[in-house]
């Protein structure tokens, strides 16, 4: 069978630093997309949204339908887009400082309402674009810009507040295991549902964390994907902080009814303007 | 002679004054009148006090006067409050179980409701019941208008409507107008709503915010009617987002708050003009700034409309002054905004949002959904494409053969982020201006500005919004000419210019404390000689308007 290549180069100047985490999940994300379309995906269907930060200058480099909206709303504008034709395969983008500073709303209320798209969460841990300040999950202690003497927050566990927030599929990624990413979007990509992917990806300018990861790094299989308990203790493993192992994979998965689905069933398709006008006379 | 009665009907919030009214306001717009109703209530839930004051004339209203004719009090504070407004001829109806000694005519309310078993709040009812029937309605056209209201099956309110409407004798008898019959009562943001619905909207995203919650309760409720999808996402914030989202899938979205609320979604009209992705925005505005007063009037949001966010654009801004206007300025922007692939502003406010009007039938003919520009599917296509007009052709995600490459970000005519690129940076700005040139044509040719009242006189007095409606009639009242701008930006310099070429002298009249409309007529060029202006969070009243331009006259 004589196949066509696809193309999802764009002529958009990679302006990355060399070796940033994010060049791996460019490339994952690339091979899980080619993957879809293999396997019958319209390219045409699938859309990414971005917000602001390196995270999301991935729409640039990506040959596909794209979206790059306000810092922290790259959740809302996929929800629109899923709610404006469901027949898309809406990926949302953004790093740890959108997703969980300036945006956490956004995403706490798209897991609880089950909406039908995948959020990737690059975390390199604290705002590297804008020359390095700390985030929701930078570790305590660490001196960035805005905290020269150390960072005196806790840092938040974004997998233990998705687990109470209802999303209905969560897991974990390093940007160095380019197989695993691209497995795991996939995997999101297929899920009927709110699905997030965590990336964990080092910062090569601002914060170095490829040897960290490397030596904590681990594939975990929850054995019972569908119980909140055993989803928490794995997401406990790590507090982002400091020591201990970092679980990867699949954490939660579980089927509930899917946001645009349930709202597209209350509007019908025949529309009685008139009858509506009636009540006013 | 023209016929012209005032109505006011109050209780405490929670006994149904504000239903009474439309109830009663729809049995005169079946004896043939033009309606009005203001409604006036507090920030609470129950207790305070609540009042609808109906207008019905032989001719269109939309303001209030300061005397009444009737006044209905289903409690001892609604004597107390507006008794003084009372014409000398004024009839007093109250609820005689809870003011036993008043003057005027009292009904048993509550114990005819006590004897037929019914919810103490029906007590509303036997009020209606007795005031039609001390007015010299009909029985036969009451029980029509009622039957409908509460529906066939509900026996017990016809039984008690019944009993207090036989309880009372007839006092006056006001007769059927010889108006035109307007076929429809609607708030403003009703009207919008089915304005909106009949151009075309798709999705409507709404966080609630009094008095803008309307819309979201209309279409929530007729949904299945309308065909329109109602989300109430997180915050504004999620709601201009998301509304954004659609409109880039190809869904026409609108979305509405008040003044706060509005403000937070100021970054995503930016988004809006930037990324050339449709957006209608609606403020209804309250007396500002911040919270202000939640539910009564103000006009202090217009020049915030006219540059609602950071950068070089510029948006559609409409501000209708009732509900007619309402259904067809939100149809227009609707249209307008996937024309131009820019975002737009319905700016109403608490009374135009709120209060009832007369809307006639042939209003939503004329409203249709116009046709967008869209990509001929011929040779690469590009979102941005440089073109004379500065539009650029759509195309949705999802159509074979296209890249749809939108951004916040100055972009290129494919949609990727420029930075180095100082010519392109250029060209794209100066895409967005022809555009904006575009715009503009349309504040010359469409009826931009209304004029009423004496063509010939030396003196014009200017308003907008809900405001213009009593100024208006204060204006004709007093042989001036009116002239009133709907469209605020772009702003129709050369109407109003024509408008105002052979006048000598300039009122402007606002709700507000310093004179937008002024400031925005300056900007271009004309300057208002006089202001009044009334910023007590209350509407103007007729008689007061009529004498506060007449003062301003003399200065």
Redesign the interface.
């Given at each position: 069978m004589e196949t066509k290549k696809i193309n999802l180069d764009?002529?958009?100047p990679n302006t990355w630093c060399p070796g940033c985490g994010d060049f791996g999940i460019l490339m994952a994300f690339k091979q899980a997309v080619t993957s879809m379309i293999e396997s019958g995906t319209?390219k045409?269907?699938i859309?990414i949204?971005g917000d602001?930060g390196c995270s999301s200058?991935i729409?640039?480099y990506l040959?596909?339908?794209?979206?790059?909206?306000?810092h922290g709303?790259s959740i809302?504008?996929?929800?629109?887009?899923?709610?404006?034709?469901p027949?898309?395969k809406v990926f949302a983008f953004l790093g740890d400082g959108g997703c969980l500073d300036e945006g956490i709303?956004?995403l706490?209320?798209a897991a609880k309402r089950n909406t039908d798209i995948t959020v990737i969460m690059h975390n390199n841990r604290l705002f590297a674009l804008t020359t390095g300040q700390f985030t929701a999950v930078t570790p305590k202690g660490l001196k960035t810009r805005s905290t020269p003497s150390g960072s005196i927050e806790e840092p938040l566990n974004p997998l233990e507040l998705l687990i109470a927030s209802n999303a209905s599929f969560i897991a974990r990624a390093y940007s160095s295991r380019i197989e695993d990413v691209k497995n795991l979007v996939l995997e999101g990509a297929e899920h009927k549902g709110f699905s997030f992917i965590e990336i964990l990806q080092p910062c090569v300018s601002f914060y170095n964390t490829i040897e960290f990861y490397n030596e904590r790094v681990y594939y975990s299989q929850n054995p019972n994907l569908e119980s909140k308990e055993s989803a928490l203790k794995l997401a406990r493993e790590w507090n982002y902080n400091g020591e201990g192992r970092i679980p990867l994979g699949v954490m939660y998965k579980t089927d509930r009814p899917v946001f645009e689905s349930e709202?597209?069933s209350?509007?019908?398709?025949?529309?009685?303007?008139e009858?509506?006008?009636k009540t006013?006379? | 002679m023209k016929k012209d009665y005032s109505i006011i009907v109050g209780g405490a919030a929670g006994q149904g004054s504000r239903k009474a009214g439309l109830i009663i306001a729809k049995i005169f717009k079946k004896l043939g009148y033009f309606v009005y109703i203001y409604d006036d209530y507090q920030s609470l839930i129950k207790g305070g006090h609540n009042f609808s004051q109906i207008r019905i004339s032989d001719e269109f209203i939309a303001g209030r006067r300061e005397k009444i004719d009737v006044l209905v009090a289903f409690d001892k504070k609604t004597i107390d409050l507006h008794e003084k407004d009372l014409n000398t001829k004024g009839i007093l109806i109250f609820n005689k179980n809870k003011n036993p000694e008043e003057k005027g005519i009292g009904i048993d309310a509550d114990s005819i409701v006590k004897h037929l078993q019914g919810k103490p709040i029906m007590a509303n009812t036997a009020m209606i019941g007795g005031f039609l029937k001390i007015i010299g309605i009909n029985w036969s056209i009451a029980k029509n208008v009622l039957e409908k209201e509460f529906g066939e099956k509900d026996n017990l309110n016809m039984e008690i409507a019944k009993q207090a409407y036989d309880s009372v004798n007839t006092l006056t008898k006001i007769e059927k107008s010889k108006a035109k019959n307007p076929e429809y009562l609607m708030t403003g943001n009703e009207a919008a709503a089915l304005g909106a619905t009949k151009a075309g909207l798709d999705i409507y995203y709404a966080y609630p915010m009094t008095p803008a919650s309307g819309i979201l309760h209309y279409f929530a409720e007729h949904e299945k009617d309308l065909g329109v999808v109602t989300i109430q996402p997180e915050n504004e914030i999620a709601v201009a987002n998301e509304a954004i989202g659609s409109a880039y899938a190809g869904k026409r979205t609108m979305v509405a708050s008040s003044s706060g609320g509005f403000a937070l979604m100021s970054e995503a009209i930016c988004l809006s003009a930037i990324s050339e992705t449709p957006v209608l925005f609606v403020n209804s505005q309250r007396m500002g700034p911040a919270t202000g007063v939640p539910t009564y009037s103000g006009q202090s949001d217009l020049l915030f409309c006219i540059n609602p966010g950071p950068g070089d654009f510029e948006n559609f801004v409409a501000a209708p002054s009732n509900s007619e206007e309402s259904a067809i300025w939100t149809g227009n922007l609707l249209n307008w905004s996937w024309k131009y692939q820019t975002p737009s502003i319905l700016l109403l406010d608490k009374e135009l949002s709120e209060g009832t009007f007369s809307v006639s039938k042939n209003i939503f003919k004329g409203i249709r959904k116009e046709k967008e520009l869209l990509w001929n599917k011929k040779g690469e296509y590009k979102r941005y494409s440089i073109t004379e007009s500065g539009i650029s052709p759509l195309s949705f995600p999802g159509t074979k053969d296209a890249l749809i490459k939108t951004s916040s970000y100055e972009h290129d005519e494919s949609g990727l982020t420029v930075e180095e690129n100082e010519a392109i940076i250029t060209a794209m700005q100066e895409k967005r201006i022809r555009k904006f040139e575009e715009m503009k044509k349309i504040a010359d040719s469409e009826d931009a500005i209304k004029i009423y009242g004496n063509k010939k006189s030396k003196i014009a007095v200017i308003s907008w919004g809900f405001t213009a409606g009593a100024v208006r009639e204060a204006s004709e009242n007093l042989g001036l000419k009116f002239v009133q701008p709907i469209l605020m930006s772009p702003f129709p310099v050369k109407q109003m210019i024509k408008a105002l070429q052979d006048v000598e002298e300039i009122i402007l009249v606002e709700n507000n404390t310093t004179g937008q409309l002024g400031v925005l007529m300056a900007m271009n060029g004309i300057y208002a000689d006089k202001k009044v202006l009334k910023y007590t969070s209350r509407p103007f009243t007729i008689e007061e308007l009529e004498d506060r331009i007449t003062k301003a006259m003399k200065v």
């Open positions: 764009t002529n958009c319209p045409e269907n859309v949204t602001i200058k729409a640039d040959g596909l339908n794209s979206f790059i909206g306000l709303r809302s504008l996929a929800e629109g887009i899923k709610m404006g034709n027949d898309l709303s956004h706490i209320h709202t597209l209350l509007v019908p398709r025949k529309e009685d303007f009858k509506c006008l006013h006379s | -």
